[in-house]
């Protein structure tokens, strides 16, 4: 059984940092792509980062370019993602996602004000 538990989150000030985990299981971690997505309050669900099974391509939208970085430990099952500079707009609750499954973990709150 797939299960991907999220961690990391909480109140950070503008131009504060975070880093996130999200604990993998059920399934052969090193096999997928891994995906971070967030939704804002009153907004659909974003892709925010990707990164390849072998941890060789990765891929992030526009508004973290620069700020975000992805990565992932094929031998402990976790993916990260590492938040600098954060924003008020980054305030969403963050989740991660395996390739070819349809399921959610619960997320956890990223919330990005003074």
């Known amino acids: 059984q797939v299960q991907l538990v999220e961690s990391g989150g909480g109140l950070v000030q503008p131009g504060g940092s975070l880093k996130l985990s999200c604990a993998a299981s059920?399934?052969?971690?090193?096999?997928?792509?891994m995906t971070w997505y967030r939704q804002a309050p009153g907004k659909q669900r974003e892709r925010v980062a990707t990164i390849s099974n072998s941890d060789n391509i990765k891929w992030y939208t526009d508004s973290v370019k620069g700020r975000f970085t992805i990565s992932r430990d094929n031998d402990q099952n976790i993916l990260y993602l590492r938040m600098r500079s954060l924003k008020p707009e980054d305030t969403a609750v963050y989740y991660c996602?395996?390739?070819?499954?349809?399921?959610w973990g619960q997320g956890t709150q990223v919330t990005v004000s003074s």
């Open positions: 059920g399934f052969v971690f090193s096999n997928y792509a």
């Open positions: 996602k395996r390739t070819k499954y349809d399921g």
